[in-house]
């Protein structure tokens, strides 16, 4: 088969970009496209907490992204009638615009091929078999480059679209099209002698089932977000998510205590998640679909970069594996038996975690019961930390524990 590239890697969010750079460090022929140009926005949180941080140490780039960062002393959770919860982790933020490019940046540097704004349109097959690619230029050059359609020919074809349902459907690899939440978010400047530095997740008793959220950013910035997920047992009375950021900005004392005379740096933009390791085939044959294309946000929190990451570090090594054994086709099924291996139980029980936390009385109960160096702070920071699961006290039995040990 005729290849302009060993790996073609089609979406260069944290997922594709980890993948890029783990295979080209290796010495494989990667080209890594995206619709867009880099430096560019994407709709986040921002906030790296400790499975980000460590799979941006694997991949050799906690002190670049540390440097440009904004750090933060720890993550504050506040349940709907205003109990708190202080979970002293180190985590941080950096703008998506800056995370991705030095992700990017570093890919290239290790040999990947960059090409943007090419936006992905349909699979290529010869023989049956996948290889390659067909894409048309992205946003807002079309006129530039014409309108011509562009043919990458590959052994492998590595999916890290993100949450983009479409081009899922056009890999033919999607088994469910609506997504899992919707979120929206907007920075702000705060205002002389205001400072945030903490993360802040917070249930607003009218809003529920859903969080809001406000972050540290660099330079005296907040992002500040509001979610809810569409597969809990009750959804919000409002579920236009702008209206919702807004009640949250209106009624969190928090919010408007952070908010108080900040500056709105930009529009508030929405966009859809894709959790719980569902709604795409994992793999098959020479086509892996890895980060948020595959579902690997979490449920309950919404937090997907640090998984983003890993999963496009273990498509790298299916692929490494698949061309030492001299079986190409085989780097499919040996990615999506380890992502089912190493984490079909943690996403399920991310799953049933939301459901439980939907229930406003039971995170009151667990906050009102809460004590810092208490049984639910450490349960819950070994959580965050990933020594434990959600489940360990977002069940039965870890209620039953959090009612005795508390
Ligand atoms: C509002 C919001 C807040 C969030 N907050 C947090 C947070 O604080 N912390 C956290 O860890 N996670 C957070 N998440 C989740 C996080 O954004 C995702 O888990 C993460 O971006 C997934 O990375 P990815 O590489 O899989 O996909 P993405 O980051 O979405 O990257 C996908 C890439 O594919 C490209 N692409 C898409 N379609 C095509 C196409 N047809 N052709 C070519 N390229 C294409 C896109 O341009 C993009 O660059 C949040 C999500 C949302 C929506």
Same mark, same amino acid.
């Given at each position: ?35 867009? /140009? ?9 906030? #790296? ?7 941006? /140490? ?19 959770? $506040?349940?709907? !009638? ?10 941080? =933020? ?10 990017? +940046? ?20 010869? $023989? ?8 048309? %230029? ?5 006129? !530039? ?11 492998? *074809? *590595?999916?890290?679209? &993100?949450? @983009? ?8 690899? =999607? ?26 997740? *917070?249930?607003?008793?009218? #809003? ?23 597969? @809990?047992?009750?959804?919000? !009375? ?5 209206? #919702? ?24 933009? &929405?966009?859809?998640?894709? =959790? ?20 690997? /946000? ?16 273990? !498509? ?9 054994? &001299?079986?190409?086709?085989? +780097? ?31 995170? @009151? *109960? ?5 004590? %810092?160096?208490?049984?639910?702070? $450490? ?13 360990? #006290? ?11 040990? $508390?």
């Amino acid at each position: 088969m005729h290849a302009d590239t060993e790996v073609l890697v089609i979406g260069a969010g944290p997922a594709g970009a980890a993948a890029a750079a783990e295979l080209a460090g290796a010495g494989v022929d990667v080209i890594l496209a995206d619709r867009h /140009t880099f430096p560019r926005d994407k709709i986040c949180g921002d906030a #790296l907490i400790p499975d980000s941080a460590q799979a941006l /140490t694997e991949l050799g780039l906690s002190a670049r992204i540390a440097a440009l960062a904004a750090p933060a002393e720890g993550l504050e959770l $506040h349940a709907p !009638a205003g109990d708190g919860v202080y979970l002293p982790v180190p985590v941080a =933020c950096l703008p998506r615009r800056r995370l991705d490019a030095e992700l990017v +940046a570093q890919a290239c540097e290790r040999g990947a091929r960059l090409r943007v704004p090419w936006q992905f349109t349909r699979l290529l097959h010869e $023989h049956g078999e996948i290889c390659g690619a067909e894409f048309r %230029p992205g946003a807002g050059t079309a006129a !530039a480059s014409g309108d011509a359609e562009l043919e990458i020919r590959a052994r492998w *074809l *590595l999916l890290a679209t &993100g949450a @983009n349902a479409a081009a899922l459907s056009a890999a033919g690899t =999607c088994t469910r099209k609506q997504p899992s939440a919707i979120a929206a978010r907007a920075y702000f400047r705060l205002a002389p002698g205001r400072r945030c530095e903490r993360l802040y997740m *917070l249930m607003e008793p009218k #809003l529920q089932p859903g969080y809001g959220w406000i972050f540290p950013c660099p330079g005296g910035t907040v992002n500040v977000g509001w979610i809810y997920f569409y597969d @809990n047992p009750r959804l919000p !009375a409002e579920q236009n998510v702008r209206r #919702l950021f807004e009640r949250f900005c209106r009624t969190s004392a928090i919010a408007r205590h952070m908010l108080d005379g900040a500056a709105m740096l930009d529009d508030v933009q &929405g966009a859809p998640l894709r =959790c719980g390791l569902t709604g795409a085939t994992l793999g098959s044959e020479r086509l892996l679909v890895l980060g948020e294309a595959a579902g690997t /946000t979490y449920s309950f929190s919404g937090e997907g970069i640090g998984k983003a990451l890993e999963s496009g570090g273990l !498509a790298a090594r299916s692929v490494l594996a698949a061309r030492r054994c &001299g079986r190409p086709a085989s +780097a499919g099924a040996n990615y999506a038996q380890q992502m089912e291996a190493r984490y079909r139980a943690r996403y399920l029980a991310y799953k049933r975690a939301q459901t439980w936390l939907a229930r406003a009385p039971i995170a @009151n *109960l667990i906050a009102r019961r809460a004590r %810092p160096g208490g049984y639910i702070s $450490h349960t819950l920071q070994a959580v965050l930390e990933e020594r434990a699961g959600p489940d360990a #006290l977002l069940s039965l039995r870890g209620m039953l524990q959090a009612l005795v040990r $508390h």
